[in-house]
């Protein structure tokens, strides 16, 4: 069963156990969370992986490598099925330097407000599924990619490349 990946921003904004957020009632969540799922004229990016994850890591070193810093890269995966009812799924070509990363790239298109509401609780729903990859097993996904050949040293970010060599 495919699974949809999404950057999540700051794993800890969805953690209600977390001692910032014990004022949070039963299934409430910070509102900073929607700073993770920051739709751009009614679109959501996403990525569709194959139930193994076998290019995850390709996925998480191709958006990690164009950020402005090395540092810990959140995200959460869901079922594809389970949210294929709720949301519009738009084949679109990805924006990053690994072609097979791109061709895995999916918009949720026609994004309300109250679907982002929505987005937002089946991502709740799936707060096991939620992951973080620290700055070392980033550092080494991109490391991976790059003698993999999928990524080229001039596709990673300044911030980025100062701590891989």
């Known amino acids: 069963m495919p699974l949809i990946f999404r950057e999540i921003g700051n794993k800890s904004w969805w953690d209600k156990a977390h001692d910032e957020f014990c004022w949070l009632g039963e299934n409430e969540l910070v509102g900073d969370v929607f700073k993770g799922v920051k739709a751009i004229k009614g679109r959501l990016s996403t990525y569709r992986l194959e139930d193994d994850k076998s290019s995850l890591q390709r996925v998480v070193a191709a958006l990690a490598c164009k950020r402005s810093n ?20 738009l084949r679109t070509p990805g924006n990053t330097a690994d072609a097979l990363v791109n061709g ?37 996904a991109i490391l ?17 490349k100062k701590h891989l060599f």
């Open 144 to 160: 991976d990619s790059l003698s993999q050949e999928s990524l080229r040293e001039d596709d990673v970010n300044g911030g980025v």
């Open 70 to 89: 090395l540092e810990n890269f959140d995200f959460v995966v869901v079922p594809e099925n389970e949210m294929e009812s709720s949301f519009e799924f």
């Open 104 to 140: 895995l790239h999916r918009d949720i298109v026609h994004l309300t407000a109250t679907d982002l509401m929505k987005l937002v609780i089946v991502f709740r729903n799936h707060m096991s599924a939620m992951s973080r990859l620290y700055k070392d097993d980033v550092k080494e």
